[in-house]
Nanobody, 126 residues
Framework: VQLQAYGGGLVQAGGSLRLSCAAS????????MGWFRQAPGKEREFVAA????????IYTDSVKGRFAISRDSTKNTVYLQMNSLRPEDTAVYYC????????????????????WGQGTLVTVSS
């Protein structure tokens, strides 16, 4: 599967952005989807994930209550709605996919994600 992420940009602190990630190929419903980010000079970190069914979601603590991940299987697209943005949210955001036929959700386990998009830059000014 190929992933194309878009929707990043420059926003003031307290503002909102919605990232989108379009997945090509078939069997989108067989993939757990997620978002990771990497800020300048920092390690890559998990942000959010959603199960292949669109049910369970997982968030890193720093974005809980501010970000929401969702997916639309009719469009083969996963979204990350980001509200109340903070300067520390500034990073390149990567869309990821993990094919799962059975077993537990990929969640925050980076080793389970086989496919990565090209990244989209989010810059939050103070």
């Amino acid at each position: 599967v190929q992933l194309q992420a878009y929707g990043g940009g420059l926003v003031q602190a307290g503002g909102s952005l919605r990232l989108s990630c379009a997945a090509s190929g078939r069997s989108f419903s067989n993939y757990d989807m997620g978002w990771f980010r990497q800020a300048p000079g920092k390690e890559r970190e998990f942000v959010a994930a959603i199960s292949r069914s669109g049910g369970p979601t997982i968030y890193t603590d720093s974005v809980k209550g501010r970000f929401a991940i969702s997916r639309d299987s009719t469009k083969n697209t996963v979204y990350l709605q980001m509200n109340s943005l903070r300067p520390e949210d500034t990073a390149v955001y990567y869309c990821v996919a993990a094919r799962r036929v059975f077993g537990t959700m990929a969640g925050s386990d980076v080793s389970k994600y086989d496919y990565w998009g090209q990244g989209t830059l989010v810059t939050v000014s103070s």
